[in-house]
């Protein structure tokens, strides 16, 4: 498994660095992230737009299906639901736990919690990764 480290590096130049999304910890078992929420994230009213809080799900999601892959293999999302709870304001830093629902050898079913300064629930997503053979 990549380190912490390198898994920042690889996706420092990509969507996920444009964003901001800061990996805290990654593991088989589970990623943790935080994002803070810029102005250029957000939607009339100072609040994460939608796709932002989407973006950002299936960062980890995409991270952690990473992190389970065998060998010559790479991943795609194929699904994703989002549900939204509550705003996050402009200014404010969400966190963000990914956990796995199923890891099989085809596909991987992940749920990522968002949550607000306030630790109060904003969003939560489920989505399907494919596991696709190179």
């Avoid at 009339?44 to 010559?72: E, I, K, Q, R």
Wanted: net charge neutral; hydrophobic share 40%; proline share 6%.
């Amino acid at each position: 498994m990549d380190s912490l480290e390198a898994l920042r590096s690889r996706l420092t130049p990509l969507f996920p660095g444009l964003m901001g999304v800061q990996l805290v910890e990654v593991t088989p078992e589970r990623v943790r992230a935080s994002l803070l929420v810029r102005p250029d994230l957000c939607t009339t009213g100072d609040s994460m737009h939608g796709g932002a809080f989407m973006a950002f799900a299936d960062t980890l999601g995409g991270v952690a299906t990473f992190v389970n892959l065998p060998p010559n293999t790479r991943t795609t999302t194929i699904e994703s639901s989002t549900k939204f709870l509550r705003g996050a304001p402009v200014g404010s830093t969400v966190q963000a736990e990914c956990t796995a629902f199923h890891k099989g050898r085809t596909t991987m079913v992940w749920q990522t919690l968002v949550r607000g300064a306030d630790d109060r629930l904003c969003a939560v997503v489920t989505q399907t990764q494919l596991v696709i053979p190179t």
